[in-house]
């Protein structure tokens, strides 16, 4: 019996909660001047760092995403206007 309580301790101790830190991610080069491909990587690197509105605002100015998300687009827009520069 006793070693089994043994054994039965030994296996929870080895269920403990495990701390993972956020990944961290390095953007790629873009071609000098490819101005989507730099927002892209902007907007990937604002969303790793936990910036996920912005990023999102960022990736909004992008007429093909501003399409798909629409309204939502249009309201983050309309609300960070003078920061943001198109």
């Known amino acids: 019996m006793r070693i089994l309580t043994l ?3 030994l296996l929870l101790a080895g269920c403990g909660t495990i701390y993972m830190p956020t ?3 390095y953007s790629m080069a873009c071609p000098e001047g490819d101005v989507e491909c730099q927002r892209k990587l902007d907007a990937q690197t604002l969303k790793y760092i936990g910036e996920d509105e912005a990023a999102l605002k960022l990736m909004c100015l992008e007429p093909r995403i501003k399409e ?3 309204e939502r687009c249009v309201s983050m827009l309309q609300l960070g206007s003078s920061y943001i520069q198109e």
């Open 7 to 9: 054994g039965i301790s």
């Open 23 to 25: 990944p961290v991610a």
């Open 68 to 70: 798909v998300i629409g």
